[in-house]
């Protein structure tokens, strides 16, 4: 059976708020769960995993643009700079889940949402604009919340399913606890071609889980 593509899309917070240790443990975070990507990959043949990220701060970029097959991505820090422009990041999301450029043979993508703090700008018209496109209301979606101040409403509404809560990192190692489940359990829940996203997610072994804490993990 020939490989079916699943698009796995990082949007992440780079504003400044993230500046510091969040940013710093991101990036770490990231790049060490390309290797669990990639296992998860190899154990799904019917399915090519590509990955790319989005950047939003004041402004919005592709910081990996053209789509690449996980085996050859190579993870390049992102930086922090100015608000947090949810929403422009959302509205360029949809302009690739559109068919095309999203082929129709496609398995269903991955949104994995990360933010620290709550949008500057229109977000609920970027959240609109995903929901109006086939791909977007097919993709399977997390967020992680970074720290206390992170607005879990708004994640919450970008999931989309009151079943799937936003992951909550308010200490370096729960971000990378994190950053690993969505890494893998997405794109596991992504790869079932006869099965809801939202199903196969809150089913075990897709459940998201307890992200627990020590005394001696710094809390942001």
């Known amino acids: 059976m020939a490989n ?6 990082w949007l992440l917070d780079c504003s400044y708020s993230m500046q510091g240790e969040k940013i710093a443990r991101l990036n770490y975070a ?12 190899h154990d799904n043949p019917v399915a090519q995993l590509l990955v790319r990220t989005i950047t939003f701060s004041s402004t919005t970029q ?8 996980v085996d050859d991505f190579t993870w390049q820090d992102v930086e922090v700079d100015g608000m947090t422009n949810l929403g422009e990041a959302l509205t360029l999301v949809s302009r690739e889940l559109q ?17 620290d703090g709550g949008p500057t700008d229109d977000w609920k018209a970027g959240l ?9 209301r097919k993709a399977v ?12 409403g708004v994640l919450q509404e970008f999931i989309g399913n009151p079943e799937m809560p936003p992951l909550d990192a308010n200490s370096p190692k729960q971000l990378a606890a994190a950053i690993r489940w969505a890494s893998t359990a997405a794109v596991k829940a992504a790869s079932q071609p006869m099965a809801g996203s939202a199903d196969n997610l809150t089913k075990q072994p897709y459940a998201p889980p307890v992200l627990d804490d020590d005394d001696d993990d710094d809390v942001w």
């Open 4 to 9: 079916r593509p699943v698009h796995f899309i």
């Open 30 to 41: 990231i790049r060490e769960a390309i290797p669990e990507m990639r296992a998860v990959a």
């Open 62 to 69: 592709w910081h990996h643009q053209t789509p690449v097959p």
């Open 99 to 115: 068919s095309p450029p999203m082929p129709q043979r496609a398995l269903k993508p991955v949104l994995a949402l990360v933010s």
């Open 128 to 136: 609109k604009a995903i929901d109006a496109t086939p791909w977007g």
């Open 141 to 152: 979606r997390v967020a992680i919340a970074i720290g206390h101040d992170a607005d879990r």
